[in-house]
């Protein structure tokens, strides 16, 4: 049995707008980009990126919400475009954001609606209903309309939604957007049950951490592209120098530590504003190089706050996203 | 499959009750408006030296407006409604196809749709002593259940447009009038120009409309109303065959342009 639970070849979709009334003229958009990757059955894979870069698009294509232009995407052995029905019924997913739901409607009223969409048995979708209700933590609430409910509660009410049917694979869709640091841990201790209990699960997700902390691997995706894929350890390797000293000053002493930091090897280099001042980005394999150029301005105040530490996912995204500034 | 189908229509009809039915624009849609035209129409007969006014055509007629604009209304706010709340998608991705959904939800607004033509019947008897005595109900029945399958056919290929794109969604909704005008819910379709009168040829209300208008004036003329009968039957029949014909086009067109969500 072939163990890919999602494989995508060379996907491709472009979208095609009218530009003007009368003209007749189209505009075409491509929104992903000859994408290839697979995921393997039980692995939870995070796909990341900018807003726009294509996560959603690649997600509804492997819906069944949309058709790819060109490629192929095959989810558990059944092809996105030909054999929607045999994918519908194996796959869960949830959109972030707070639509996708009857807000005049209870969460009871909700899911049993879905339930009824999925052909799930009344005897059946009772229980389900109240198991996953009970998983999300709106047992108190389920008899209340959704439109009372806060950004975290809906969230929770989408997850359950997407496991009425009991999918073999499940999309998340920024699952924890909108929800509180500690709705937000809950949820991905979720999520990391579901992944025991053997499902798949593919991510979009802003936030690095969380794919750090949930993901088997990942795939970064940008202008439609995937432009590094491997698990978070393998892909913090991919960008040159271990460490990484942030140094703050003021805008005035800006040329004085670019002077200093000149002759330092390092891998990557970068200035941001910060609150007023300027905060130097230095990515290097020898951290204490630059300690030592930087010695003689902290005892004479000029740096403001500095900070060493190791890279972290979300370093390596934005160097991947922004392109190494050396 | 009988039981599902069943629970499907249940489930449907709940939502919808929920959702869009019990709201104060459904009152002015199956209520207000129709009074008002049945208001208006019955001025227009006595302008027009009736001392009584028409009731089949006034009254009845405003009635059947009445169903007509909440099938027309009501099946555009619903999908409107779930491409602004996000829902449209998830009912296209389930294993429920869209059509089936369509078919229930429309069947649960013509059905609404009657409480009008109740309202309507209820002020002809009580107001204006409007009385059956003569009236072939067995033939009040079948025309009536012939003008419900006719807006049902209307409502379900109507709705693949609203589905296939916002746009053509909103062309769905010009249709209210011209279609309440050419097909005579509010007097003879005899009075209209020739030219109006073959274009409602294709249209199943007008065939049932005008056995039902032909009925409440106490005709027995038995093939008059078997041949619009008929006719209505046919083209409900057709109607539906064109619906299924486009309900895959419209599946795949909005998989390609993405037409599911409100931007």
Known sequence: ???????????????????????????????????????????????????????????????????????????????????????????????????????????????????????????????????????????????????????????????????????????????????????????????????????????????????????????????????????????????????????????????????????????????????????ISVRTAHPEEVMKAMAPFITSQLILNLEVRNQTLEDVYVSIIQGDKT | MIQRTLRLIRQQTRVQFQVRLFNLFSVGLYFIQPAIFSLVGMLLSQAAGNEKPDLVYTVIGSGILGMWSGLVFSSLYDIRGDRRDGTLELIVASPTSLGAVEAIRTMTNVLTGLVSLLAAFLVAVTLYDYSFVGISLPAVLVSLVLLLVGLWSIGVFLANFTVWSRLSGNYVEFLEIPVALICGFMYPISILPEWMQAISTVIPIRWSLEALDAVLMGSRDVSFLLERWGVALLLSVLYWGMTRLLERKVHDQIRVTGEMRSI
């Open chain 1, 1 to 279: 049995m072939n163990n890919d639970a999602i494989d995508v070849k060379n996907l491709h979709k472009e979208f095609t707008t009218r530009v003007g009334f009368w003209s007749g003229k189209t505009k075409k958009t491509t929104a992903i980009e000859d994408i290839s990757f697979n995921v393997q059955r039980g692995e939870l894979f995070g796909l990341l990126g900018p807003n726009g870069a294509g996560k959603t698009t690649t997600v509804k294509i492997l819906s069944t919400i949309l058709l790819p232009t060109s490629g192929s995407a095959s989810i558990l052995g059944y092809d996105v475009i030909h054999a929607t029905q045999a994918v519908r019924k194996r796959i869960g997913f949830t959109f972030g954001g707070a639509r996708g739901l009857y807000t005049r409607l209870s969460a009871v009223d909700n899911l049993a609606y879905f339930a009824e969409l999925y052909g799930i048995q009344p005897e059946i979708s009772h229980q389900r209903i109240d198991e996953l209700l009970e998983l999300v933590g709106l047992t108190d609430r389920r008899e209340d309309r959704v439109e009372t409910y806060s950004s975290g509660m809906q969230q929770r009410l989408h997850l359950a939604r997407a496991l009425l049917h009991d999918p073999e694979l499940i999309y998340l869709d920024e699952p924890t957007v909108g929800i509180d640091p500690v709705g937000a841990r809950e949820l991905r201790k979720t999520i990391k049950g579901l992944v025991a209990h053997g499902k798949t699960i593919l991510l979009t997700t802003h936030y690095m951490a969380e794919a750090e902390e949930l993901c088997d691997r990942i795939a970064i995706i940008k202008q439609g592209s995937i432009v590094a894929l491997d698990t978070p350890a393998s892909l913090k390797k991919q960008i040159p120098g271990d460490s990484l000293v942030e140094i703050e000053v003021r805008p005035s002493d800006l040329v004085l530590f670019q002077e200093k930091l000149q002759g330092i090897k390092k891998h990557a280099f970068d200035v941001a504003d910060n609150d007023g001042n300027k905060k």
